[in-house]
Nanobody, 115 residues
Framework: QVQLVESGGGLVQPGGSLRLSCEHRGSIFDMYVMGWYRQAPGNQREMVATFTGGGRRDYVDSVKGRFTIFRDNHLKTVSLQMNSLKPEDTAVYYC?????????WGQGTQVTVSS
């Protein structure tokens, strides 16, 4: 079965860093788009960063200059380096992928930014 498995969430102080990783399992085909979404309590799920095709990277404005998305197609992974974290970044982060027009989602990993 196709799975997206996240890791790397946790608790960090404001100004700190975390790296999230997501592994695509159960398919021999590459996912054309992979990325990260997040959802805080009471808020809509929003796109944080995506990596498309041959290397296009897109970010929501609030994380530009702080977050960087990386993808290893051979290992079927996508990672998100998060620096200068702010309390507003607190959310459940979900790995996302699209393969042949079908969306796939991870189960989510909690990121909490708090002193």
């Amino acid at each position: 079965q196709v799975q997206l498995v996240e890791s790397g969430g946790g608790l960090v102080q404001p100004g700190g860093s975390l790296r999230l990783s997501c592994e695509h399992r159960g398919s021999i085909f590459d996912m054309y788009v992979m990325g990260w979404y997040r959802q805080a309590p009471g808020n809509q799920r929003e796109m944080v960063a995506t990596f498309t095709g041959g290397g296009r990277r897109d970010y929501v404005d609030s994380v530009k200059g702080r977050f960087t998305i990386f993808r290893d197609n051979h290992l079927k992974t996508v990672s998100l380096q998060m620096n200068s974290l702010k309390p507003e970044d607190t959310a459940v982060y979900y790995c996302y992928g699209n393969e042949n027009g079908v969306d796939y989602w991870g189960q989510g990993t909690q990121v909490t930014v708090s002193s």
